[in-house]
């Protein structure tokens, strides 16, 4: 029982961040722009707040600490992102391009300005955020073990936002006008809806969520950051077309990627796995390999947002 | 003649945009130099712009042994682009190629002189493997290709890292990376150390070269580019007008794999102490060659020259060390310019619009008077 929950522990600090990125992705693209710049924003969001743990960390610590630091990272990836809203939308630029300098601007920034302030590149942080058990919740059999001991704020945030951003996207008006932007914009904005405005606001939020979504990489896992998460925001790039840019599918996507990833990273705690004297470089490539073959099965229909990466025009009919 | 004017003074333009994000590109560099520290922004930045001649010769052989590999993986990428993918996996299309040209200079020592053409052979044919995977799920199963390619670079990388490991001969325990390849494996240096004296630069620039004019040729010249490119702009049209635009993802993929595989060849079989390092980590030169690709407009030509001045650039950087400033500023100053380089693109359309809305006018006013004339005869007869 005790290496379920270990494994299911694992699973989420891997699955939490994709699904968060993922998320956020799914709002720029069905408002019409691709967001490659996932990665950067993730880097930029977890320097940003990491650093504030670092700055703050000899009169601050534990949750509050940790809330403050969600919302800084939240803030930078939101102003990070502008620039690729600016480029995407206003000057209609390719939206591979903006992304692609972003994601070179962003490691580069936090190693340049980490070695300014601190002379090294890695920002470390004491990590005073682990749950050990949530009270009364944790006693409920089986789910008590599953999810409230040994766990993170952040993954209550993430499901929290899963649900939020699904009600959002189907069941508000706002949402409705964001896919219709990513859809047809010449007919939302025949219906009176202002196409820039949506597209900005799609791009603000991934932003938003792409900088909390690298926080959430790092908190877990590490006590410091070195100015990379590791491929994270291609990783949820691919989860976001794998889930076909809807929100329950980004889930099991995510959920399916992080599970492959906690066992490839986990599987020398787990007795089973560990006697068959597989090298573990194998267990390191599943999670890709399967992804792979599920795309294989999964594509066939595959629809992105049909504006989704078009630069809209007013003019154009 | 109207036509070759029009052609050249839009070349003119793509120079005059490109110029405009270098400038505002090295601007922003400079402020943040300044920011950052007043007193040395302005040695540092005259390094940034000179460094790379500080050692005459010398320092111009390793601008281009800097550019050997990002001009390749520039071209494997902006050759992708020209096709209508994003071939984000070059940087396992790299490794996989640096690892076959690393297997055959280690393993097969007995082919004597042609020993490094059979390595760089090996190379290519792993990349073109790794593209033709993402390639082939996209013509097929209709797997997007962005996200193959990037599953295809961190499997890449792990069979590296693996395959490195498991064989004894090609691997180095102590300093847990692989060993140096024959020494007739290695490039040869193709008389170019003769001229730049003292650089670690061999005839694997000349390659390079000689792969961008080839790929110029193909793209503009031949049918079988042509339809590549027309299978970029309108999938569904290119089907209806008979090519096999599967057939075309394909091979798009393939050539753009093998020259990313080659570009790995090329650098690890160069003889400079670079070794195949085991770590999880993903080839740089991949995603530099991404930015080489945008910066260059995805044309051969204008890859070679942005790779060759992105190494420019680079090869300045190291000399920032000596005024206290770290080197990734290099870095910050490309993506801006590579920013900039998306608005000029925009800024470029917007000059041609007006140029074409200038001749449409003219030529309706052409027309006008002809058809007064016509009128003005009718009326004669």
């Known amino acids: 029982m005790d290496v379920i929950f270990f494994i299911f522990q694992q699973t989420m600090f891997f699955t939490i961040p994709l699904l968060i990125v993922a998320l956020g992705g799914m709002f720029s693209e069905r408002a019409g722009i691709v967001n490659v710049a996932l990665e950067g924003i993730m880097t930029m969001g977890a320097f940003i707040s990491v650093l504030f743990l670092n700055l703050t960390q000899d009169y601050l610590s534990g949750q509050g600490q940790l809330v403050l630091a969600i919302l800084i990272a939240m803030v930078s990836g939101a102003l990070f992102s502008l620039p690729h809203a600016y480029a995407a939308i206003n000057m209609k630029a390719d939206q591979v391009i903006s992304g692609t300098a972003l994601n070179m601007f962003a490691p580069a920034f936090a190693i340049f300005i980490a070695r300014i302030i601190q002379g090294v590149q890695q920002v470390e942080f004491a990590n005073t955020f682990r749950i050990v058990e949530v009270p009364f919740l944790s006693n409920i059999p089986l789910l008590g073990g599953l999810l409230f001991r040994n766990t993170y704020l952040t993954t209550f945030l993430g499901i929290l936002i899963l649900i939020i951003s699904t009600i959002v996207l189907y069941k508000t008006r706002f949402g409705l006008r964001l896919r219709a932007c990513g859809e047809h914009p010449q007919a939302a904005d025949a219906a009176g809806i202002n196409v820039y405005h949506m597209q900005y606001t799609g791009v603000i939020i991934s932003g938003a969520l792409a900088g909390l979504g690298g926080l959430v990489y790092v908190v877990p896992t590490s006590t410091n950051f070195n100015a990379t998460v590791s491929g994270y925001g291609f990783l949820a790039l691919a989860v976001l077309i794998f889930g076909q840019w809807k929100p329950m599918k980004i889930l099991y996507a995510s959920l399916f990627f992080g599970c492959l990833k906690a066992v490839s990273a986990a599987y020398s705690g787990i007795p089973l796995l560990n006697n068959m004297g597989i090298p573990s470089y194998f267990y390191k490539m599943i999670p890709y390999v399967a992804t792979l073959i599920v795309l294989v099965f999964t594509s066939r229909n595959s629809q992105a947002p049909r504006a989704s990466g078009v630069p809209y025009d007013q003019g154009a009919r | ?381």
Do not use: C
């Open chain 2, 1 to 381: 003649m109207n036509h070759k004017k029009k052609t050249r003074r839009s070349s003119n333009m793509g120079l005059a945009s490109s110029t405009f994000a270098i400038a505002i590109g090295l601007l922003f560099g400079f402020i943040i130099l300044l920011l950052s520290n007043p007193t040395q922004a302005l040695p540092g930045f005259a390094a940034i712009l000179t460094g790379a001649m500080t050692h005459g010769i010398k320092g111009i052989g390793q601008v281009f042994y800097y550019a050997t590999p990002i001009i390749l993986t520039g071209l494997s990428v902006g050759f992708a682009f020209k096709t209508g993918l994003f071939n984000i996996g070059s940087s396992g299309q790299f490794i996989v190629g640096a690892f076959g040209a690393v297997y055959v200079g280690i393993m097969w020592t007995s082919l004597g002189g042609i020993h490094w053409i059979v390595a760089l052979l090996a190379a290519i044919i792993l990349g073109a493997l790794w593209g033709f995977v993402p390639g082939l799920l996209k013509a097929v199963f209709n797997v997007n290709e962005v996200i193959s390619a990037i599953m295809m670079n961190y499997i890449g990388m792990y069979v590296v890292n693996y395959t490195t490991k498991a064989y004894a001969p090609l691997f180095n325990n102590l300093r847990n990376e692989s060993n140096n390849v024959a020494v007739a494996a290695q490039i040869p240096k193709m008389g170019l150390d003769k001229i730049f004296v003292g650089s670690s630069l061999n005839g694997g620039i000349i390659i390079a070269i000689v792969v961008v004019i080839l790929m110029h040729f193909v793209l503009n010249k031949t049918t079988f580019g042509y339809e590549l490119k027309a299978v970029g702009y309108n999938r569904d049209a290119s089907k209806y007008a008979g090519i096999n635009e599967k057939k075309g993802i394909i091979l798009s993929m393939v050539i753009s794999g093998a020259i990313s595989g080659l570009a790995g060849g090329l650098l690890y079989l160069a003889g400079t102490g670079k070794h195949i390092e085991i770590v999880d980590v993903l080839a740089s030169e991949g995603f530099t060659g991404i930015s080489v690709a945008l910066l260059g407009l995805s044309n051969p030509l204008t890859i070679l020259a942005a790779g060759i001045f992105i190494a420019y650039l680079m090869a300045g950087g190291f000399y920032l060390q000596l005024f206290e400033f770290s080197t990734e500023i290099i870095d910050i100053i490309v993506a801006v310019i590579i920013y900039f380089s998306a608005f000029a693109l925009m800024v470029k359309l917007l000059i041609i619009r007006m140029n074409t809305h200038k001749l449409d006018k003219q030529e309706l006013k052409e027309e006008k008077a002809k058809n007064k004339k016509d009128i003005h005869r009718k009326g004669e007869i």
